[in-house]
């Protein structure tokens, strides 16, 4: 299986990362390591049955069965107990995660009604987690099972050395970023 996002980042991207950065040594070329997708469940404490509902929808969109989450700890205050079932998560590395990736770029985000790009905040570290609202604009979704709107977020780990690494990499897979506005 031929994976079109991998293909452009072996023939065009590297080159371009190693050119920009001064990089010799082709193993510290920055590269997409995995990507971690993760559900918060709201209402998770009243009912078992959305955790459950919201793993099905991720298992769906990634193709791979989510691992669900429990709390760490209880919290009255919210109701939750220790142990209790709050979401779901799913880490995607190689094909899978290189097929996800295009779709989610070349596919997904242009389907968001208003879209004018993601914002270009890093962590430091060189990882970038992009917040979706509902998972509704997948094309997986039937949109007439949908029991109720889930948001999700989505990380993308590089093994990039600086944020601007980083950006330079997803920049050129594909990632539409925002422009900043130039203040005047």
């Not at 997986?140 to 980083?166: P, W, Y």
């Not at 920049?171 to 970023?177: E, T």
Request: proline content about 3%; aromatic content about 8%.
């Amino acid at each position: 299986m031929v994976v079109r996002l991998k293909t452009k980042y072996e023939d065009d991207v590297r080159a371009k990362l190693k050119e920009q950065f001064g990089i010799k040594n082709e193993m510290a070329v920055p590269k997409l390591e995995k990507i971690v997708i993760n559900m918060g469940v709201k209402g998770a404490v009243e009912s078992r049955a959305k955790v459950e509902t919201a793993a099905r929808d991720l298992a769906t969109i990634t193709g791979q069965k989510p691992t669900i989450r429990h709390a760490r700890k209880a919290i009255a205050g919210f109701k939750l107990r220790e142990g209790m079932p709050i979401g779901c998560a799913v880490t995607l590395r190689r094909e899978r995660m290189w097929e996800f990736a295009d779709r989610l770029i070349s596919v997904v985000l242009p389907r968001i009604r208003d879209f004018r790009g993601v914002k270009d905040k890093l962590d430091g570290r060189g990882n970038y987690t992009l917040g979706l609202a509902e998972q509704s604009v997948f094309p997986e979704i039937d949109f007439d099972r949908i029991e109720f709107q889930q948001g999700m977020d989505i990380t993308f780990v590089t093994n990039a050395e600086t944020d601007e690494q980083a950006q330079f990499l997803l920049r050129a897979l594909g990632m539409p970023f925002r422009e900043r506005e130039q203040k005047q």
